[in-house]
């Protein structure tokens, strides 16, 4: 399938955002590095709720302010890139900075691909952002490495070139993306009252739900293996080459019929994944075989859980509201699963911590596999199309 002129218009800032959410794992690194497994814990928790303050915000102040999608994107990188120039390595600024990044970009970003795409577009426009993004992150990525080398592994070089990154696309990019109407909220309530909603939660947790805990058992595992972050950028770059190869080869291979085929094998890579994460514990290389099989798998499963997410969006109820209500369980589901995993932590050695919640991962890979088969050939309400 052809892109689009709406398809092509996002695709730089789509890519651009794939790219400066690299800079996670590097923070991830730096803080644990830097103080203990408590402060990451800590920084998450921060980073997810600024995340959601974020949302909340938009659609508060756009509808007052008339900032539509396309505006609302552009600032999601403008804002951001400010605070990570002003942050001087405070953990607490840099949650915000990006968390306040992953949560205006991504709402800008869900309501103008709900606005612009048609259903039977989706998958080779998942496919081909994907391939953008891999191939700008692994740049990038490469980027930060050859800076934390030559300036003897000082983080904040790292930290301005994201914010320069994040300035720069906010004000060169995205001029060509058509404008859609400021997200406003009008009946979120009613939209979580909803069956094909309350259906999807299932979905939401082992998708999302897990993210905090996933970020600090990367960070961890990073941390166990690999002695600095230059070292964590090389393998990351190496690792990324896969993952864009792969996606790449396979662009034009997605549509309707296959869903639940990509889905399946991105699930199976990405546990086999998180269980060579758990088992560097005791053999750190397994690390760097961890990271080649998660970066090559991602892409694939990002672009499935892309998919995914439209479709479950595909509800009664206005668009603002039904990816504000989202996102505020998605939250909700964030935080419970962090607290609790934080206690967990309190009563396990990190080398058992990291064995624990990476085998808590590699299961909820498979049974996320379950539910999202169940829903992408469901023909019921969970996919029904909005009435």
């Known amino acids: 399938m052809k892109f689009t002129p709406h398809q092509r218009a996002l695709l730089p800032l789509a890519a651009l955002q794939g790219a400066v959410g690299s800079l996670g794992g590097f923070i991830g690194f730096f803080v644990i590095g830097a103080h203990d497994l408590d402060a990451l814990f800590r920084y998450t928790a921060v980073m997810l709720t600024a995340a959601m303050g974020a949302t ?56 103008l691909e709900m606005s612009l795409l048609q ?8 496919a081909r952002t994907g391939t953008a993004i891999i191939v700008l992150s692994v740049a990038t990525t490469l980027a930060a490495t050859l800076l934390l080398a030559a300036f ?50 299932p979905l939401f947790f082992l998708e999302s739900g897990l993210f905090g805990i996933s970020q ?10 690999l002695r600095t972050a230059s070292h964590y950028g090389w393998v990351s770059t190496a690792a990324g080459l896969a993952g864009g190869i792969a996606l790449y080869i396979t662009r034009k291979n997605r549509n309707r019929d296959n869903r639940a085929h990509w889905f399946g094998g991105a699930c199976a890579v990405m546990a086999l994944a998180y ?33 995914l997410n439209q479709c479950t969006l595909d509800i009664r ?23 609790l995993f934080w206690m967990l932590a309190d009563a396990l050695a990190p080398s058992r911590l990291l064995v624990v919640g990476s085998c808590l991962l590699a299961a909820a890979m498979a049974t996320e596999y379950l539910v999202g088969r169940a829903l992408f050939w469901s023909k019921g309400p969970a996919l029904g199309q909005a009435a």
């Open 119 to 126: 259903d039977e577009e989706r998958d080779a426009y998942a």
């Open 317 to 339: 109820g206005e668009l603002a509201d039904r990816i504000f209500a989202r996102e505020l369980v998605l939250w909700m589901l964030r935080m419970a699963a962090l607290g």
């Open 152 to 201: 003897t592994e000082q983080s904040r070089h790292v930290y301005w070139l994201y914010a320069a990154l994040c300035i720069l696309g906010a004000l060169l990019l995205g001029k060509d993306i058509p404008d859609t109407e400021p997200v406003a909220l009008r009946a979120p309530l009613a939209v979580l009252r909803q069956p094909r909603f309350i259906a999807c939660l």
């Open 56 to 111: 909340l915000l938009a659609y508060l102040a756009c509808p007052r302010l008339r900032i539509g999608g396309r505006r609302l994107l552009r600032l999601g990188f403008l804002l951001p890139g400010l605070l990570l120039l002003a942050a001087d390595g405070s953990v607490a600024l840099t949650a915000i900075a990006f968390g306040s990044y992953l949560g205006l970009t991504w709402t800008a970003r869900h309501a």
């Open 216 to 225: 600090a058992m990367a960070s961890t595992g990073a941390s166990h293996a």
């Open 275 to 307: 269980l060579l994460l758990g088992a560097s514990a005791w053999v750190p290389a397994l690390y760097i075989a961890h990271s080649v099989l998660r970066a090559a798998g991602s892409p694939f499963l990002g672009a499935s859980q892309q998919v």
